[in-house]
């Protein structure tokens, strides 16, 4: 019984740093497409427009949750996996695990993207319009909020058509930032925002892209809790 237990405690530690790793991998990518997208637009003069930018945070976030998915789960988001922390679809001791690969990822990817094109536009750093820093707390909580309640319905709940999700919630995204990216920069995550405000120095109201993701994918989790029973629907 005892060299089992020595095994599996060896076990543990590699299967979660792979999970881990493909958190980094993915959120890199995500980080690397999409604020990559919005420095090209502006090296471009415009070529690939505002929808442009958010079909590929969209499809970037769609394409990623069908390649790693089946091995962490593809959050790429310090919100969402706090919010599956509460609502208990993951294990708390994963979590800093998670995080801390989300945020290495998005940081690599934002390093790799200066020292490529320079600092234009920001490095795709989200800011509220107009310095108007409330109007983009409480806008950027919806979002996250419709964001973590499509994940919930679609990608969680076993009632749901199955292999639709990253469909699902790709299409969310591109929608939320072809309709509010202007106002906010329609980040919905603390770790996108992270990447370019570090290397970029850009910190100005930093602090709205980490509070309202999380308060908005906490809000989902609660409400979509109420909606199944508090979960018990959808295990």
Avoid at 17 to 28: M, N
Avoid at 109 to 132: F, I, M, Q, R, Y
Avoid at 134 to 149: G, N
Wanted: hydrophobic share 50%; proline share 4%; aromatic share 12%.
């Amino acid at each position: 019984m005892r060299s089992n237990k020595k095994g599996n405690l060896l076990k543990i530690p590699i299967h979660y740093s792979r999970e881990a790793l493909a958190e980094g991998i993915g959120t890199f990518i995500l980080v690397f497409a999409g604020t990559g997208a919005v420095m090209v637009n502006g090296i471009s003069n415009g070529a690939i427009s505002h929808l442009g930018i958010s079909f590929v945070f969209g499809s970037v976030v769609a394409a990623l949750i069908y390649g790693i998915g089946h091995i962490s789960g593809a959050h790429l988001n310090p919100a969402v996996t706090l919010a599956f922390w509460t609502s208990g679809f993951f294990p708390r001791k994963q979590v800093p695990s998670y995080i801390f690969a989300q945020l290495i990822g998005a940081i690599a990817a934002s390093s790799l993207l200066c020292a490529s094109l320079g600092k234009v536009n920001n490095l795709g750093a989200t800011l509220p319009l107009n310095d108007n820093w409330l109007q983009s707390l409480i806008l950027e909580i919806v979002l996250t909020f419709i964001l973590m309640f499509v994940i919930f319905g679609s990608g969680l709940d076993r009632r749901a058509h199955i292999g639709f999700a990253g469909l699902a919630i790709g299409l969310t995204v591109g929608l939320e930032a072809a309709f509010m990216g202007p106002i906010t920069g329609a980040s919905m995550n603390p770790a996108r925002s992270f990447g370019p405000a570090l290397v970029g120095g850009i910190w100005q109201y930093h602090w709205v892209y980490w509070v309202a993701p999380i308060v908005g994918a906490q809000l989902a989790a609660i409400v979509y809790g109420v909606l199944s029973n508090g979960f018990r629907d959808v295990k």
